[in-house]
């Protein structure tokens, strides 16, 4: 190619350009579970496609994520496992988790296709078994193929039928491998070619303000693609860019990461250059490396002492009313018996850092004021004797008076001593971005007119999905792939 | 003019234009506190400036405000009213308090510079008593000229020495009228031309990238204004644009608005249509309607019985605590003593919602856990008993135990019966927008690669400030003019 000075990631005239390298129907530009599923989905529809992917191949973040997809509203293995769901339940749920401040109009299609969804996973080659994981965790370390995602808990449990939605492909613990491995198969089997290596720089922009095509970066050569019909963004989150999280999610800043390490914005910024909207570019996931098995059994409190929601909703949301809102650190207390009750399958190793003969000497050692646990225990017992958590709600099966000796496990040391830094160790805390690109149901990218640029898609958390200010594992991958289908059948269709 | 179909915010380029309706060297778009600084001193510099204001005249939200002014390090009133203060500690002030993650450049030179603009304000005609109001309150009735807000409470007085900083124009109340008849005078004496009833529609932009003047709309006319040397975009924060909030700052949809109703990210959307990038869209200021005077001697709770704050911190500070982090409603609990002690210009005519013999009878008053509030009440008194609250760290004055009769607050009543809706009465909650362009110290607006935008400027609420998460009375309006000048001096010298 021959072009003048590429600025950092504005857009470029197509006019600079005197001939492009390649050239394709379709340019998907990051081959994580988005970009896969919108490249078989604009193959299919017959789009000569080409998926640039600036690792060494496909899998992104997504290929190191547990591998959940929140589908239901009547699936084959909510049905084998004696679930009765249908599209209003699901959304009912979703609404409320994902809160507040969802996207109902995506989120109504989510849920209202949600089945179609299901069956075009296992259509690729993903299985899931017919069985239930029926104990609160981050992540079951069996083949089971449904796991509960906080759905029976309070208020969740009030607001829809509680019905479990995590579906995991059959192999154990991690996931994320196997359905990224079955979707870029089948994205290359539909007929999709990858450019790996490839990083997408900036956005090719026509006299009229179509978008056609991207500037990309290999082994230090410039490249320029052209795309025919449209460009479609499914480069992640910007979890990886410092600077993006200090001007945009600066909570997440010092905290451990929740991607393969690639996710810094690139297609956010390409497409801002142009004048893309965004929206809840704050909004974050989060998770506090404190065990669920432990927390039912116990109480999670703050640096003083108090409780603040119930212990068994889905796992990212009392690590989200933590770090957000809570004063640190925070801790697991479980008494003796409960510690005692927790299979061993699910501690994970996890030890407590203090135990205590007296609730004084607990508190003592973990520095709060004097008083400060034991009124909090004191209610709790109180409440508990009579299976009742008038504060929280957590259910009764859970509820029982907590006495001494206690323990306090610190989430700061991560779930176990070998576990490495990804794990949440140091801070405890570890996540990734939800806001970005404000695009249509269809991944059409808009202006700050609320008008589609042309020629311009994304899909993935390079866009703002299906979350309000909540998250519920599964539906990062899910919506990832849900609309990243409908951004390739629209970017075929141009 | 003549030109072809105005998109609704994108820019719309120069060479579309056969001919200008009006030309000037700086146009500065928006004549609130920010605007008028920037005017003033572009025009001192000799640049021939015009302000666009879409209101009849001058004033904007600035002039509905209290018009408190953050300054310090050692201003002729905070002397007088004998003070020791300087640069360096009132950082270590604004730090902490406008934390985390507040600009430390930007406020870096706001605290140097802080003694040079409080002269600036008394050149500018305006005068400040040199009189300290030594009680806790939104604001004081008084025309003292100097105020505490929080730099006395912890933890700030243990990270800075705790000096007051809040500086009040000569007059009762709500002061934000004069501080803009006094700047928009001063612009105007300057030679500031101001065309009312205008607003700025779109950016125009040359072949090569520069901000060359905005199309702008006058009672269904289109006109064409052209800035030879650059644009200076101060048209005040979002809260006023619903679509905005919901994509941004969600947290205040359905509260009261802190402004004069045209506080529509017009500006924010003109630029980033251009392809500026923004900063920290989703940081707002929130007021809840409970009074310090009452909060002091008593505390702030939230739904579940829990206090969370010392209640003698800055007022905003207590109001953020509360509705962005804990459950809702919120109750200011004093008991007969306390509320007896209250001197009556401080009550603002507040009254109980409820008021109760005994602990358990204002908590089933509440809807709270049976012994939640008992609880936090035996706490707090053990501690008040030796004049200690390990909890918060409230000062000592204000503590002693609480005892029945006791009465709570609501603050979704407002303050006092005749309350408009403005003042939050309904939820409780007013609030405005931190968020905005990002820009450098003097003003330029940063594109997605951290370059100037040519010809681009932003002060005020339409940039990103000095703020981090947290927020000061009087620091608005503080670095909007500060910023505005800086941006008025620049632009003239391009």
């Not at 190619?1 to 600025?7: D, E, L, W």
Request: aromatic letters at 8%.
């Amino acid at each position: 190619m021959s072009m003048g000075a590429v600025p950092p990631v504005e857009p470029v005239p197509a006019d600079s350009i005197t001939a492009f390298d390649h050239e394709c129907d379709v340019l998907v530009v990051g081959f994580g579970c988005a970009g896969a599923a919108a490249a078989f989905e604009a193959a299919t529809a017959g789009a000569d496609v080409l998926v640039l992917e600036r690792a060494g191949g496909p899998g992104g973040s997504s290929a190191q994520s547990g591998g959940e997809l929140y589908l239901g509203g009547g699936t084959a293995v909510q049905r084998a496992c004696g679930f009765d769901d249908d599209p209003d339940n699901m959304f009912a749920f979703l609404k409320a988790a994902l809160g507040p401040h969802a996207d109902e109009e995506k989120l109504r299609l989510y849920c209202d296709e949600s089945v179609e969804h299901f069956e075009w996973f296992r259509g690729r080659g993903l299985t899931f078994n017919e069985t239930l994981h029926d104990a609160p965790t981050w992540m079951p370390l069996t083949t089971d193929g449904l796991m509960w995602l906080g759905e029976n808990a309070w208020p969740y449990n009030t607001i829809a039928r509680p019905v479990p939605r995590g579906h995991r492909p059959a192999t154990e613990a991690f996931g994320g491998w196997l359905l990224m491995e079955k979707l870029a198969e089948a994205a290359k089997a539909a007929g999709a070619a990858c450019h790996a290596d490839t990083r997408a720089a900036n956005l090719i922009v026509d006299g009229d303000g179509r978008v056609a095509g991207v500037v990309a970066r290999r082994y230090g050569e410039t490249l320029t693609y052209r795309a025919r019909r449209a460009v479609i963004l499914t480069t992640g989150g910007f979890v990886d860019n410092e600077e993006m999280l200090a001007d945009h999610a600066p909570v997440l800043l010092g905290h451990g990461k929740v991607s393969d390490g690639l996710d810094d914005g690139g297609g956010i910024r390409m497409a801002t250059a142009l004048g893309a909207a965004t929206r809840r570019m704050s909004v974050v996931e989060i998770a506090l490396t404190a065990l669920p098995a432990i927390l039912v059994r116990g109480m999670l409190v703050n640096a003083l002492g108090q409780r603040f929601i119930n212990e068994d909703v889905y796992p990212g949301l009392f690590s989200v009313a933590a770090v957000r809102h809570q004063p640190g650190p925070y801790w697991a207390i479980i008494d003796e018996k409960g510690y005692e009750e927790i299979p061993p399958e699910d501690l994970w190793g996890v030890r407590p850092r203090f135990v205590a003969e007296t609730v004084a000497e607990l508190e003592e050692s973990l520095g709060m004021p004097v008083g400060a646990l034991e009124a909090t225990l004191a209610v709790y017992n109180r409440h508990a004797e009579r299976a009742s958590d008038p504060y929280f709600h957590k259910d009764q099966r859970w509820l029982r008076p907590l006495r001494p000796p206690l323990a306090a496990v610190d989430p700061q040391e991560g779930f176990a001593p070998g576990d490495a830094e990804g794990a949440g160790k140091g801070t405890g805390v570890a996540g990734f971005t939800l806001g970005g690109l404000h695009t249509t149901v269809d991944g059409a990218v808009l202006n700050h007119s609320g008008r589609p640029i042309p020629g311009l898609y994304a899909a993935g958390r390079a866009g703002a999905g299906i979350h309000g200010e909540g998250y519920i594992s599964g539906t990062s991958l899910g919506d990832g792939t849900f609309f990243g289908r409908r951004a390739g059948r629209a970017a075929a269709g141009e």
